[in-house]
């Protein structure tokens, strides 16, 4: 072993272990990783940078760009209504959202799809008294079964083939996925209908529990006449750091005031509403206060006035404090619970570390929906966001436009990059949206991360790690034949896509996958289909595709909840990936 291939190792390690503990945001982790190869002379500065260059990182960013112009049209929502309407059973509601979802995400990028989903599906369990536990899995797991269809369904696909290209060998096609996809999405819908009630949880949705145990971390506080606060400010009243409780609201003469801003002045009379935990109020009972003995209350028109929010995956706001964020200020909104893993976070709010998937119930001011409409931070997932009176006739060009390059790239006629350009180009001139809307809708952490992915693919290759490792991986499986080898690196691919971002997995995963095959002599075509097939079919846990993570808190679910049900489906889909690409390819 030599000192490079010892120190990629090492890097792997500690990139797993950082990742799975949620230390910090994929995108700097491998940025960090990429900085020390770069510096020990594994990557050359141009092979650091070059990732960044990617044609196939170009159209994901460009798809990424037209799916989130189309979620923001309202005539989205007349689609839906217009898809569901009639549906009363579940598993009929289950039915067709899981075929429009899978279809739509075989050409769209299925994270902007399932984030205008959630806020419908939501609205459909509470209007026919469902609990959300039972469609937001469905909901995720279609996505993920429509975008294995093709290359364009999901990001994964392409950043793969992004790394094959790079390596010299040629795109893969369209529809090269088909043949695994859609057979797959057959078994997958129909394990679903049959088996889902049984395996599905049945839950309260996390808004409803709030509003019924309110009582349980909510206090209210009033001023005393002749109180000190009266005529002080919220910053001079020292209510800004007080210890294990949060102000989020002030009722005053039958109004309410939030978010509270930190020069809010007080008055006689004022109700104040504090979240945290209830047993900390040594600071509000102090006689210097002039407050009245605090009480558990309720939120006045709780339910109203609060949406549920969920941290994105590359999320800026992750591993920092509530308090550092400037929530109020950026977003309108007063945090008022924070819940992970079906609990609800106790001790002070501004205390809490973000993490990835965490649920933040946030009491709204008038311009939130404004301020969030282009975030990329969190997803507002208990309400509809704003949307934009889009021409149909300018949206019907788009969408129609993107599925032309799509087939023109799937028979060989036009590359998809310099049809996706054409299209952008088109968009532009017709004023469909505006161009600051749509640098607003770039996700910086997302082209990060893919193209500090690919500098790590190509720091194995030039370490000989990916050598190093596949020699081992084949001694196991060769005995299997090339059966054992595919059904080797597809079970890689899953388990590290299912503890880790699946971005990470295939940038470790890739290199070994193609080295194998060149060890074999073999095609490397299905060497890289099941890389794209085992880490984009992440069923088993919520952490490692991102809308498991968008459905794992809203839905209340737990991990045990997602391997019960995500367990089977893997070895379906690893039985008919494997036996499908063997037939064709063996």
């Given at each position: 072993?030599?000192?490079?291939?010892?120190?990629?190792?090492?890097?792997?390690?500690?990139?797993?272990?950082?990742?799975?503990?949620?230390?910090t945001w994929?995108?700097?982790?491998?940025?960090?990783?990429?900085?020390?190869?770069?510096?020990?002379?594994?990557?050359?500065?141009?092979?650091?940078?070059?990732?960044?260059?990617?044609?196939?990182?170009?159209?994901?960013?460009?798809?990424?760009?037209?799916?989130?112009?189309?979620?923001?049209?309202?005539?989205?929502?007349?689609?839906?209504?217009?898809?569901?309407?009639?549906t009363?059973?579940?598993?009929?509601?289950?039915?067709?959202?899981?075929?429009?979802?899978?279809?739509s995400?075989?050409?769209?990028?299925?994270?902007?799809?399932?984030?205008?989903?959630?806020?419908?599906?939501?609205?459909?369990s509470?209007k026919?008294?469902v609990?959300?536990?039972?469609?937001?899995?469905?909901?995720?797991?279609?996505?993920?079964?429509?975008?294995?269809?093709?290359l364009?369904?999901?990001?994964?696909?392409?950043?793969?083939?992004?790394?094959a290209?790079?390596?010299?060998?040629?795109?893969?096609?369209?529809?090269?996925?088909?043949?695994?996809?859609?057979?797959?999405?057959?078994?997958?819908?129909?394990?679903i209908?049959?088996?889902?009630?049984?395996?599905?949880?049945?839950?309260?949705?996390?808004?409803?529990?709030?509003v019924?145990?309110?009582?349980?971390?909510?206090?209210?506080?009033?001023?005393?006449?002749?109180?000190?606060?009266?005529?002080?400010?919220i910053?001079?009243?020292?209510?800004?750091?007080?210890?294990?409780?949060?102000?989020?609201?002030?009722?005053?003469?039958?109004?309410?005031?939030?978010?509270?801003?930190?020069?809010?002045?007080?008055?006689?009379?004022d109700t104040?509403?504090?979240?945290?935990a209830?047993?900390?109020?040594?600071d509000?009972?102090?006689?210097?206060?002039?407050?009245?003995?605090?009480?558990?209350?309720?939120?006045?028109?709780?339910?109203?006035?609060?949406?549920?929010?969920?941290?994105?995956?590359?999320?800026r706001?992750?591993?920092?404090?509530?308090?550092?964020?400037?929530?109020?200020?950026?977003?309108?909104?007063?945090?008022?619970?924070?819940?992970?893993?079906?609990?609800?976070?106790?001790?002070?709010?501004?205390?809490?570390?973000?993490?990835?998937?965490?649920?933040?119930?946030?009491?709204?001011?008038?311009?939130?929906?404004k301020?969030?409409?282009d975030v990329?931070?969190?997803?507002?997932?208990?309400?509809?966001?704003?949307?934009?009176?889009?021409?149909?006739?300018?949206?019907?060009?788009?969408?129609?436009?993107l599925?032309?390059?799509?087939?023109?790239?799937?028979?060989?006629?036009?590359?998809?990059?310099?049809?996706?350009?054409?299209?952008?180009?088109?968009?532009?001139?017709?004023?469909?949206i505006?161009?600051?809307?749509?640098r607003?809708?770039?996700?910086?952490?997302?082209?990060?991360?893919?193209?500090?992915?690919?500098a790590?693919?190509?720091?194995?290759?030039?370490?000989?790690?990916?050598?190093?490792?596949?020699?081992?991986?084949?001694?196991?499986?060769?005995?299997?034949g090339?059966?054992?080898?595919?059904?080797?690196?597809?079970?890689?691919?899953?388990?590290?896509?299912?503890?880790?971002?699946?971005?990470?997995?295939?940038?470790?995963?890739?290199?070994?996958?193609?080295?194998?095959?060149?060890?074999?002599?073999?095609?490397?075509?299905?060497?890289?289909?099941?890389?794209?097939?085992?880490?984009?079919?992440?069923?088993?846990?919520?952490?490692?595709?991102?809308?498991?993570?968008?459905?794992?808190?809203?839905?209340?679910?737990s991990?045990?909840?997602?391997?019960?049900?995500?367990?089977?489906?893997?070895?379906?889909?690893?039985?008919?990936?494997?036996?499908?690409?063997?037939?064709?390819?063996?």
């Amino acid at each position: 072993m030599t000192y490079e291939i010892g120190l990629v190792f090492i890097i792997i390690v500690i990139l797993l272990v950082t990742l799975y503990k949620e230390w910090t945001w994929p995108a700097l982790a491998l940025f960090v990783a990429v900085i020390i190869l770069t510096v020990a002379g594994v990557l050359s500065p141009k092979e650091a940078l070059s990732g960044f260059a990617n044609e196939q990182l170009a159209v994901i960013v460009m798809l990424l760009l037209m799916s989130d112009i189309v979620k923001q049209s309202s005539l989205v929502n007349k689609l839906f209504d217009l898809i569901f309407k009639g549906t009363r059973t579940t598993n009929g509601f289950v039915a067709r959202m899981m075929a429009y979802v899978a279809v739509s995400s075989a050409f769209f990028n299925n994270t902007p799809l399932v984030a205008m989903m959630m806020p419908y599906v939501y609205n459909w369990s509470k209007k026919n008294k469902v609990s959300p536990s039972r469609i937001l899995i469905p909901l995720s797991y279609a996505a993920i079964l429509g975008g294995c269809l093709t290359l364009v369904g999901t990001s994964t696909n392409l950043i793969v083939n992004g790394m094959a290209i790079d390596a010299g060998f040629e795109s893969l096609k369209v529809f090269d996925f088909i043949y695994v996809g859609l057979p797959m999405l057959l078994i997958g819908v129909m394990y679903i209908l049959l088996f889902g009630k049984k395996l599905l949880p049945d839950r309260e949705d996390v808004i409803e529990d709030f509003v019924k145990s309110a009582r349980e971390y909510l206090i209210e506080a009033r001023v005393k006449p002749g109180s000190p606060l009266i005529g002080r400010t919220i910053v001079d009243a020292k209510l800004r750091h007080l210890e294990g409780v949060f102000l989020v609201e002030i009722l005053r003469r039958n109004k309410l005031i939030t978010p509270v801003t930190p020069h809010e002045v007080l008055e006689e009379d004022d109700t104040l509403f504090f979240t945290g935990a209830t047993g900390a109020i040594g600071d509000l009972t102090s006689p210097s206060m002039g407050l009245s003995l605090p009480e558990a209350a309720d939120i006045p028109e709780a339910g109203k006035s609060i949406v549920e929010i969920v941290i994105s995956h590359n999320s800026r706001l992750m591993g920092g404090k509530i308090q550092d964020s400037d929530f109020r200020g950026k977003f309108d909104g007063s945090i008022l619970a924070v819940h992970r893993n079906r609990e609800n976070l106790s001790g002070k709010i501004g205390e809490i570390v973000l993490r990835a998937g965490d649920v933040l119930l946030v009491l709204i001011g008038e311009d939130f929906y404004k301020r969030v409409a282009d975030v990329q931070a969190f997803y507002v997932i208990s309400n509809a966001q704003e949307t934009r009176d889009i021409n149909p006739i300018k949206l019907a060009i788009l969408i129609g436009g993107l599925i032309s390059a799509i087939m023109l790239q799937a028979f060989g006629v036009f590359p998809l990059f310099n049809g996706l350009l054409i299209l952008l180009g088109i968009v532009f001139l017709m004023d469909i949206i505006p161009i600051s809307e749509i640098r607003k809708g770039l996700d910086f952490n997302l082209i990060a991360l893919l193209a500090f992915g690919l500098a790590f693919g190509k720091a194995m290759i030039n370490s000989g790690a990916a050598d190093y490792i596949a020699s081992g991986i084949l001694a196991v499986a060769m005995p299997f034949g090339f059966v054992g080898v595919i059904a080797a690196i597809f079970l890689l691919s899953n388990v590290l896509s299912s503890y880790i971002t699946n971005k990470a997995a295939v940038a470790i995963i890739f290199p070994i996958s193609i080295a194998m095959a060149q060890t074999m002599e073999h095609d490397v075509t299905p060497f890289i289909l099941v890389v794209c097939f085992g880490a984009a079919a992440s069923f088993i846990t919520p952490i490692g595709y991102q809308t498991n993570l968008m459905v794992y808190g809203p839905g209340g679910y737990s991990f045990k909840d997602f391997f019960k049900i995500g367990l089977p489906l893997t070895i379906l889909y690893m039985i008919v990936c494997v036996t499908v690409l063997v037939t064709m390819y063996g």
